[in-house]
């Protein structure tokens, strides 16, 4: 069986690896099931839908919604690789999970709207499941509404056409949906236990995504939510594709 592959778009080489830990552990595979490719350091192959089953794409300090002319050419070439897999996914050509700046890049790309007029501070938010979600071969196990951890500028203010809204939030309307049968997308990250996440705030403590001095708070709020629910998205996903 060919394996699932995680797509980094992270610049920063320690995160980017225990963005990787994080989305094995939560999906139980092995590394033989689930390989690495960096998209920061090499173009995405151009036998991907072939070489992979499935892929998952992570977080970002990159923005879909960052002026063009702000966006570094590794930038735009990483969303460009992520624009046409939203394509193959959408098609049913490869299954596909994009989360957080994922979501930004998936949407976009299948003609939805990205604005930054649903940021979410950085820790857990509350998400709600959508009657769709019920019969939904990912998401239709889990509890109807469940905390989930956030930390982004931007969010999904238009749909792709056709796509089927999964979850939602009070600060950010959209949390998941579904393109096609093949491709997921959510706001929040599934994969972290919030030990991780907090190692990941300290990584992007002076990104803007809160106040440093705000570090020792938040991160207690992380450790305190309870995180049952997301890693069953992503062991559901490897499962079923």
């Known amino acids: 069986m060919r394996p699932l592959v995680y797509l980094c778009a992270r610049p920063q080489q320690g995160a980017a690896a225990a963005e990787y830990e994080s989305f094995r552990t939560a999906m139980r595979a092995e ?19 072939d070489r992979w089953r499935g892929f998952v794409v992570g977080g ?8 063009e002319s702000t966006k570094t050419d590794i930038q735009r070439r990483v969303e460009a690789d992520l624009a046409r897999l939203a394509h193959e996914a959408a098609d049913g050509r490869i299954a596909g999970l994009f989360t957080c700046y994922g979501i930004g890049v998936a949407t976009r790309a299948l003609g939805g709207e990205v604005t930054r007029a ?5 820790g857990p938010t509350v998400v709600s499941l959508t009657a769709e979600a019920a019969s939904d071969p990912l998401l239709g196990g889990l509890a109807d ?11 999904v203010d238009t749909l792709p056409r056709g796509a089927v809204l999964l979850a939602t939030g009070d600060a950010c309307p959209v949390q998941a949906y579904r393109a096609g049968e093949r491709l997921y997308a959510t706001q929040f990250h599934p994969e972290p236990t919030g030990r991780a996440f907090t190692e990941r705030m300290a990584v992007y403590r002076d990104d803007g995504y809160f106040a440093a001095s705000d570090y020792d708070a938040i991160a207690a709020r992380v450790l305190a939510a309870s995180l049952s629910e997301p890693p069953r998205i992503l062991r559901a996903f490897a499962q079923t594709f």
Do not use: Y
Not at 145 to 155: I, P, S, V, Y
């Open 118 to 122: 649903h940021p979410e501070d950085t």
């Open 31 to 49: 590394e033989a099931e689930l390989e690495r490719w960096d998209l920061v350091a090499a173009p995405l192959p151009a036998d991907a839908v």
């Open 60 to 67: 970002s300090p990159f923005n879909v919604t960052d002026p």
């Open 145 to 155: 509404r469940f905390e989930a951890l956030t930390a982004h500028k931007e969010g």
